[in-house]
């Protein structure tokens, strides 16, 4: 089971669960619409995941976890406040879920992402044809945070955090060598969206071909498109 939960103005709280196992929340940006789905389905929470400490993030932590008494919540030190768990990158196992933790600083300075079952939850380092903005300044960290996400498999999942992807699109049309593949998935997205669907999630093999920000070979060349990005 892979839900995407629309929250706050275009957010989306991730919720993973393999067959007839508890739940994992990611970055639960509202507690209601969690509640609401879990109690609809007759599922409950396995634990609370969160790549960094943004509000539209960690927004429904606290009354997930009001609800859910003995809910854990795993993040990295920046979401100490909030974390049952404090992780590091590497591996974490979380009941039945094996999971790897990827440092991806540069969005925020301590921002992870998790890979569980070959889904990528990124948090606001990648999203579909586009990457976060670089709040810390650290274009380094963010630049050397995407080749690490960009080296898994052509078959991950990628569960972004924000439904970006019309405007992305757009914008790499502008900047790609090759608009065809680019071209195709923005008329994809335009019906997905007018049908108010979601556009996500996406794998990492088509981010390949129309995320201007995984093409870019070097930090100089990620640093002009961050910036032509920002101004877009």
């Not at 993030?57 to 009354?63: C, E, L, N, R, Y």
């Not at 274009?139 to 955090?161: E, G, H, K």
């Amino acid at each position: 089971m892979l839900i995407p939960l629309p929250a706050l103005n275009d957010n989306y709280i991730w919720l993973y669960a393999k067959q007839n196992d508890r739940v994992l929340i990611i970055d639960p940006s509202e507690s209601q619409p969690v509640i609401d789905y879990l109690n609809r389905n007759h599922l409950l929470p396995q634990a609370i995941l969160l790549t960094h400490g943004h509000a539209d993030h960690i927004g429904g932590v606290a009354a997930l976890k009001q609800h859910y008494p003995n809910l854990a919540v795993y993040g990295s030190p920046e979401v100490a406040e909030l974390a049952t768990v404090l992780v590091e990158p590497g591996k974490l196992q979380i009941g039945n879920y094996g999971i790897e933790v990827i440092a991806t600083p540069g969005h925020t300075a301590q921002h992870i992402s998790f890979v569980v079952d070959d889904h990528l939850f990124c948090g606001d380092t990648i999203f579909s044809a586009g990457c976060g903005r670089v709040f810390t300044g650290d274009y380094a960290a963010m630049f050397a945070a995407l080749q690490r996400l960009n080296a898994l498999p052509d078959s991950t999942i990628v569960c972004a955090a924000h439904e970006y992807t019309l405007s992305n699109l757009r914008f790499a049309l502008t900047v790609v060598a090759d608009q065809s593949a680019v071209a195709q998935q923005l008329q994809k997205v335009e019906q997905l969206r007018a049908a108010n669907q979601p556009s996500l999630p996406t794998t990492l093999g088509l981010e390949r071909q129309i995320n201007p920000f995984l093409q870019a070979n070097t930090l100089e060349a990620f640093i002009d498109l961050r910036q032509a990005k920002d101004r877009f």
